[in-house]
T-cell receptor, first 113, second 111 residues
Framework: NAGVMQNPRHLVRRRGQEARLRCSPM?????VYWYRQLPEEGLKFMVY????????ESGMPKERFSAEFPKEGPSILRIQQVVRGDSAAYFC???????????FGDGTRLSIL | GENVEQHPSTLSVQEGDSAVIKCTYS??????FPWYKQELGKRPQLIID?????GEKKDQRIAVTLNKTAKHFSLHITETQPEDSAVYFC??????????FGPGTRLSVLP
């Protein structure tokens, strides 16, 4: 039973480019969460999605950031016109329901040159 | 909304000693409390969890206790080993809500 799959593991972008981070949840999970983590810091909630719906995006910046979880395919976190401050590890987690354990992927390390 | 505090932020113990990390939460509706361990450069991994209808849960050297009245829950690690060194995060949630994570505790087990 495959776990949460994130790709790419590492992504390098130049300022102004777009970054697309992908997350395939565990089999049977329909709840997906995205978190951002800076070195030596905690997990900052960004967005919570269920299939085709954004449930809570209160932690995601209004500009340049968007997320989707289509009926078919992985969830995607998209960052447009990246800036140096976007450099971080982005973790995706999935669960079977909101009060069930969240299982994390290995993360995408985004570096902005 | 829910607010989770976690103490201490750093903890150093001698190998073989016990370690205790405490979290407090604010929302009395919260009913699920997981603990995650994150080693350097790796993903957070669930190590133990507890629901509000239970006061204590144990899994080998790890235990979690919950005091609903005082709204706090604690992680206990006995007979610590160097491989227990990591950052530990607690979280609290209620059905229909997001997890709210604590800021983390960096545990160092000294040989």
């Amino acid at each position: 039973n495959a776990g949460v799959m994130q790709n790419p593991r590492h992504l390098v972008r130049r300022r102004g480019q777009e970054a697309r981070l992908r997350c395939s949840p565990m089999k049977g999970h329909s709840h997906v969460y995205w978190y951002r983590q800076l070195p030596e810091e905690g997990l900052k909630f960004m967005v919570y999605l269920q299939k085709e719906n954004i449930i809570d995006e209160s932690g995601m910046p209004k500009e340049r950031f968007s997320a989707e979880f289509p009926k078919e395919g992985p969830s995607i976190l998209r960052i447009q016109q990246v800036v140096r401050g976007d450099s971080a590890a982005y973790f995706c987690a999935s669960s079977g329901d909101t009060d069930q354990p969240q299982h994390f992927g290995d993360g995408t390390r985004l570096s902005i040159l | 909304g829910e607010n989770v505090e976690q103490h201490p932020s750093t903890l150093s113990v001698q190998e073989g000693d016990s370690a205790v990390i405490k979290c407090t939460y604010s929302d009395s509706a919260s009913n699920y409390f997981p603990w995650y361990k994150q080693e350097l450069g790796k993903r957070p991994q669930l190590i133990i969890d507890i629901r509000s209808n239970v006061g204590e849960k144990k899994d080998q050297r790890i235990a979690v206790t919950l005091n609903k009245t005082a709204k706090h829950f604690s992680l206990h690690i006995t007979e610590t080993q160097p491989e227990d060194s990591a950052v530990y995060f607690c979280a609290a949630t209620a059905y229909g809500q997001n997890f709210v994570f604590g800021p983390g505790t960096r545990l160092s087990v000294l040989p």
